[in-house]
């Protein structure tokens, strides 16, 4: 099976006539995800070689599961937490609201438990060829997560990105105490940091790109230069301006200009 992009291939259109671009790239898209391939268009006005700043989401993302949901598995709630965290995902649920009771469940696990999941969380294909590729350029890459901080240091460490935005999962005298600690690394937090990373490096938002698959990220992908909804919802699929849902993370390379045999 395929796992980077030196195993798939690209190709490019040309469509002559301006009218109805919109329209023209949404159904694009649309034939793409029946067939299995990834289809995206790219207006005249699009600017992408020049992004300076890109951040993700982590969760179902960065890595191929929800840290959320691995934990309450370690709990014997599994399946009640992951049928909360697929609703939200969707959009179904407030995502404070569903964050908070989730966590919740979860008091008294046992803390020994985060290091064996952290250990062993499992990457999403093309992540490390993605990031190896944008620091080569030197983009600055970041972590905006919903999910916990002590699995995106863990990520970041390994991907070697730059710097990590997550929630804090409490625990006191060995056990998760269930609590929620402020902020929530919600939608607003994600838009809004993403603005303020751009602002301090002195750069616009069209120099920057947004990966995610939730509604939480919807924002963040809305705000963003580029905006790629990577396997994602429906709900999200529908909304963001470009869409991977067959290649890799390194799919997003082709994006930016990487058409090559390599990323």
Excluded at 107 to 130: R, T, W
Excluded at 147 to 152: E, I, K, P, Q, T
Excluded at 236 to 247: F, N, P
Aim: aromatic share 4%; hydrophobic share 45%.
């Amino acid at each position: 099976m395929p796992r980077t992009l030196a195993d798939r291939r690209c190709a490019e259109g040309w469509v002559l006539d301006a009218v109805g671009q919109d329209s023209l790239a949404s159904a694009f898209s649309a034939v793409g995800l029946d067939d299995g391939v990834d289809v995206n268009a790219q207006l005249p006005t699009d600017t992408l070689a020049d992004i300076k700043l890109a951040v993700f989401d982590m969760d179902s993302t960065l890595i191929e599961c929800e840290v959320i949901d691995e934990l309450a598995r370690r709990a014997g709630i599994g399946a009640a937490v992951s049928r909360i965290t697929e609703r939200a995902m969707c959009g179904e649920l407030d995502f404070n609201q569903s964050f908070t009771e989730r966590l919740s469940l979860l008091k008294g696990l046992d803390s020994a438990v985060i290091n064996d999941i952290a250990a062993d969380l499992p990457f999403s294909e093309g992540g490390k060829e993605l990031m190896l590729t944008l620091k080569a350029r030197g983009i600055k890459t970041v972590i905006l997560s919903g999910g916990f901080r002590v699995f995106a240091e863990r990520v970041a460490a390994e991907l070697s990105m730059d710097d990590v935005y997550a929630n804090t999962l409490d625990v006191e005298a060995g056990v998760l105490t269930g609590r929620v600690v402020a902020p929530i690394v919600n939608a607003e937090f994600k838009a809004t940091t993403l603005k303020s990373l751009a602002h301090t490096m002195g750069i616009g938002l069209n120099q920057t790109l947004a990966v995610g698959d939730g509604a939480n990220d919807l924002k963040m992908l809305s705000a963003a230069g580029v905006g790629i909804a990577f396997r994602a919802k429906p709900l999200v699929r529908a909304q963001a301006r470009y869409q991977l849902s067959h290649v890799g993370l390194d799919g997003a390379l082709y994006l930016m200009g990487s058409k090559g045999s390599k990323p």
